[in-house]
């Protein structure tokens, strides 16, 4: 038994443990023939390189049809080059290692790093189930906190831009911009990168196609936004999705969830005192790992790995034992955000928490006690110590 706690406490075990799961969950949906969103991904390349739209609709090849930026053409282009099989596999597998490294960077004692990563082990399954890049875009958010901390401003800004031309949810890596010691150097980096990912398609595909691209890519956003909210059940799994679904009106603006939201979400900035302090910094982190899911009418139920890895972090942040209400919202968090899309839920009850956006009910819950804990934060006995 000593053993047994002693292999499960190895980071590499871990490792192991999550990239035997990306090879069960990639051949699995191999298999099946259940990796569309592998084939829209590998299109994107292949159009880039044939100079055909990039969120056109192919039903012939796949459903539904891309919104990543054309950036996401030169990232993927290594995997697309692949036997499908193996690309598929590959890619769910390199979505896991940069979400890993990216938690082992936190300023945490070896013991919750640990905890971290078993804790969003099962969430992390869900989203490699949907072949998303959803953990790149968690590891991008992390990364941008752990560089601008360790003060590689240059590397911060690289993930920052790299996240926002593929996903725009990455460009919240800047809610960090207030703890950059070299916020010149970071905000002339950021501009520097931004010029890389925006040309870096021309490489494929020529100027004027990925100028274009980026037109489309727009439309195809806002067109995407304003069909979340009334046709898919399986988007908008957010603050407005619950309150949308459960009241009957769909049409609600997201404008009046957003506003209330990102005044709430500024205000621990007023907190100047405690820019240098680790753990107010880790829990900003929380913050904003939560923000972009509960706030967005396209998050879908994969995007969970983004906002879980949040909600874990948030509870190890407390020194144990934690309060039974910090308790109690991780277990809620865990039951109804975490395993309610797996096998261990009856199918029904599945559709019903799907149908109203439950899975998201946790994590607002939590966001809203983090923020309380945020405004009056102060140093004291109740966090884990961090590293310096």
Not at 23 to 51: C, D, M, P
Not at 90 to 115: D, H
Request: hydrophobic content about 50%.
């Amino acid at each position: 038994m000593p053993l047994i706690k002693k292999i499960f406490r190895k980071p590499i075990f871990i490792l192991v443990v999550w990239l035997s799961l990306a090879t069960v969950a990639g051949l699995q949906h191999y298999a099946l023939g259940h990796y569309n969103n592998y084939r829209i991904f590998k299109n994107v390349f292949w159009n880039s390189v044939e100079g055909k739209n990039l969120y056109a609709l192919y039903p012939d090849e796949h459903n539904d049809s891309n919104h990543y930026g054309p950036f996401f053409s030169v990232v993927f282009a290594p995997f697309a080059l692949m036997p499908d099989a193996l690309g598929l596999c590959l890619w769910i597998m390199f979505n896991g290692v940069v979400l890993f490294y990216a938690i082992r960077q936190l300023p945490l004692k070896e013991s919750t790093g640990i905890a971290l990563l078993w804790l969003v082990t099962n969430e992390l399954y869900t989203s490699y189930s949907n072949q998303q890049i959803n953990p790149m875009v968690a590891a991008s958010i992390i990364l941008a906190y752990t560089w601008m901390r360790k003060e590689k401003d240059f590397w911060a800004a690289a993930v920052i831009m790299a996240g926002t031309f593929i996903k725009l949810y990455s460009i919240a890596g800047l809610a960090f911009f207030f703890f950059s010691k070299h916020k010149t150097g970071l905000v002339a980096a950021c501009l520097f990168w931004a010029i890389v990912c925006f040309t870096a398609p021309m490489v494929i595909s020529g100027p004027a196609f990925v100028v274009q691209s980026y037109r489309d890519w727009y439309t195809s956003i806002k067109t995407k936004d304003e069909l979340n909210a009334k046709e898919s059940r399986h988007q908008d799994i957010s603050l407005s999705g619950v309150v949308r679904r459960v009241s009957g009106h769909r049409d609600i603006p997201m404008l009046y969830f957003l506003i209330p939201g990102l005044i709430l979400f500024l205000l621990p900035y007023l907190k100047t005192q405690y820019y240098d302090d680790p753990t107010f910094q880790q829990l900003m982190l929380c913050s904003v790992l939560l923000f972009i899911c509960l706030f967005s009418s396209s998050t879908e139920s994969s995007t969970y790995i983004i906002a879980f890895t949040g909600v874990s972090l948030w509870f190890l942040l407390h020194e144990p034992p934690p309060a039974k209400i910090v308790l109690g919202l991780l277990i809620f968090a865990f039951v109804l955000t975490s395993l309610s899309p797996t096998d261990l839920v009856p199918r029904p009850v599945r559709a019903f928490i799907t149908s109203y956006s439950l899975k998201a009910v946790p994590c607002v819950l939590v966001w809203l006690y983090l923020m309380a804990e945020l405004l009056k934060y102060s140093p004291s006995s109740k966090w884990q110590k961090t590293i310096a």
